[in-house]
């Protein structure tokens, strides 16, 4: 038979490519791992819904989500944060002040849990790259600003 013949909604939804995995390490906070857990459930249930409604775009597109996420959860490597760390490294809180006297807070995350509006900051990010391995009292560049880290906690 001739495609012609078949209803659009009988070929179902083109697949998605799937979400590009990052090629840097998969290092999570245990509430980065939380966040992950949470969002695979949050999914499962999304698909499970769309599929029940016969809803095949939003099915592939929840699906590739679904993809993404549980590979995330796959690939994760939970860090433990010191509680008092003499050096900045993955999963530390950061003060710094800036040369206006504004203090700013910037935690170093996982890809997954960042979100800069709230000072969580990926570790890949040239930030914090620049920040890795600083101590207390060194200066360092913040949005082309001199900063100097104020403190350091887990």
Request: charged share 30%.
């Amino acid at each position: 038979m001739s495609r012609a013949f078949v209803r659009e909604d009988d070929l179902g939804a083109e697949p998605l490519p799937d979400r590009q995995q990052s090629e840097h390490p998969n290092l999570v906070t245990p509430r980065g791992m939380q966040l992950l857990e949470q969002r695979v459930r949050e999914l499962e249930e999304q698909l499970r819904s769309a599929r029940e409604s016969d809803d095949k775009d939003l099915a592939a597109r929840v699906a590739r989500d679904l993809r993404y996420f549980a590979a995330r959860r796959g690939s994760a490597q939970g860090v433990s944060v010191d509680p008092a760390p003499q050096r900045v490294r993955f999963g530390v809180c950061v003060k710094l002040r800036l040369a206006n006297g504004t203090v700013r807070e910037l935690r170093l995350v996982g890809e997954d849990e960042a979100d800069p509006a709230a000072g969580l900051l990926s570790y890949v990010s040239p930030l914090a790259q620049s920040l890795l391995g600083r101590e207390a009292g060194e200066e360092v560049r913040f949005l082309g600003e001199p900063a100097q880290i104020e403190s350091l906690r887990g």
